[in-house]
Structure formats: C-alpha cells, structure tokens
C-alpha cells in the first residue's frame, strides 16, 4: 500500500483540500451577518430569518456520519467532490432565491454538500501524506479551518459593503469548482471498501 503521494501532487492535493474545507467552513459563519439584511430584504420575522442559518447547521450535523461511513464504503474523492459539485449547484440556488423557503430549502441542501466536503477531509490526509508527515498536514488543516472561521464575519461585511446577500452565496460558486476540479485532477483515488456478510 502506498504511503501518501509524491511532491508536487501531494501539494496541489492539500490546496484542493484546502480551498474546499475552507468554503464549507466559512459558509457556515458567514451568513450570521446577514441574517438583519436578509429577513428586511424577503420581509421575514428576525426570529424566522434564524432558520437561513439552522438549516445549514442542522443539515450538517444530521448527515455528516452517513457521508463518513459512505466515504469508506465508496471512496473518499468520490464523496469529496459529489460534496464540492452539490455544495456548488446550492450555492447557486441560495444566490438566486427570491423567498425565504426557496432560500431555507437550498440551505439544507448546501448544508448536506458540506457534510459530504468535511466529513472525508482528515480521513484524505491519510491518503495524502506519507505517515512521516501526517501531522504536517494535520497542522496545515487545522490552521485553514481556523482561520476560516475567524474570517467568516470580516468577509461577510466586506461582501455586504459592496452589493447585496445574494453575493455571499455566488462567491461559494467559483471557489467550490475550482476545488472540485483540483480534487479531480489531484486527489488520489481509494479503492471501494467491500462489505459482506454485514447484516
């Protein structure tokens, strides 16, 4: 079994995983912000317009063992990227809603995309970097999705200053494809895990 990948693709395979985990994270915080913006602009209650952030947040914590068990089952880059392409697609739909159902629904559905993203990232690094240097790329994670996190406001409201909710969603779109199409390209493949007699 090969331990890790060689240099330079194990690079551009971490900045894959990288670009992807910190869009899911930062989705996760950023709409916080908006929630004032968006419950005046889709003429909602402040106590609905929570929901825009629920739905996210429930949506992932609900579906993200089943996508972990289904990344050994199928594959880890399988999931990854089906993840990046729906998270991508919702985006998509969160930028264009124009009511808050439409809005709420896409958000469970961006929230099932980055279950899907997050819940194969660390299990990637195994396959990425030679055991020598996991803990590297453990670090290296930890520090994306940290600052992603602490990021997630400043963002929101420099987007905020320059044009409407809508775009704190459409700026999801290129970033997510762009991981989707490095992921392809550079991630390594895991064989399918055979389950028998499980029942």
């Known amino acids: 079994m090969q331990d890790g990948i060689p240099k330079p693709q194990r690079n551009w395979a971490m900045a894959a995983i990288s670009v992807g985990i910190s869009v899911a994270v ?8 908006a929630l004032p913006t968006i419950a005046g602009d889709l003429h909602v209650n402040p106590a609905s317009s929570i929901w825009v952030v629920n739905a996210f947040q429930l949506a992932v914590t609900i579906s993200l063992l089943a996508f972990s068990s289904l990344g050994d089952l199928w594959g880890y880059k399988k999931v990854y990227v089906g993840g990046l ?3 991508s697609t ?3 739909i969160c930028a264009l809603s124009r009511s808050f159902w439409m809005l709420t629904v896409a958000r469970v559905l ?7 993203i997050t819940s194969v990232n660390t299990a990637q690094l195994r396959t990425i970097y030679p055991r020598k240097y996991l803990g590297r790329g453990m670090g290296i994670n930890a520090m994306v999705v940290a600052v992603s996190a602490v ?8 987007i905020l200053s ?4 809508h775009w704190l969603f459409a700026i999801n779109i290129p970033l997510g494809l762009l991981a989707w199409g490095m992921g392809q390209r550079f991630l390594p493949k895991r064989e399918e895990r055979q389950y028998r007699n499980c029942l």
Request: net charge negative.
């Open 90 to 92: 919702t985006s998509l």
């Open 162 to 165: 320059l044009g409407s909710w």
């Open 110 to 116: 961006q929230g099932f995309g980055a279950a899907a």
């Open 151 to 158: 990021a997630g406001p400043s963002v929101a409201s420099a």
């Open 26 to 33: 930062l989705d996760g915080a950023i709409a916080n912000v």
């Open 85 to 87: 392409l729906l998270f």
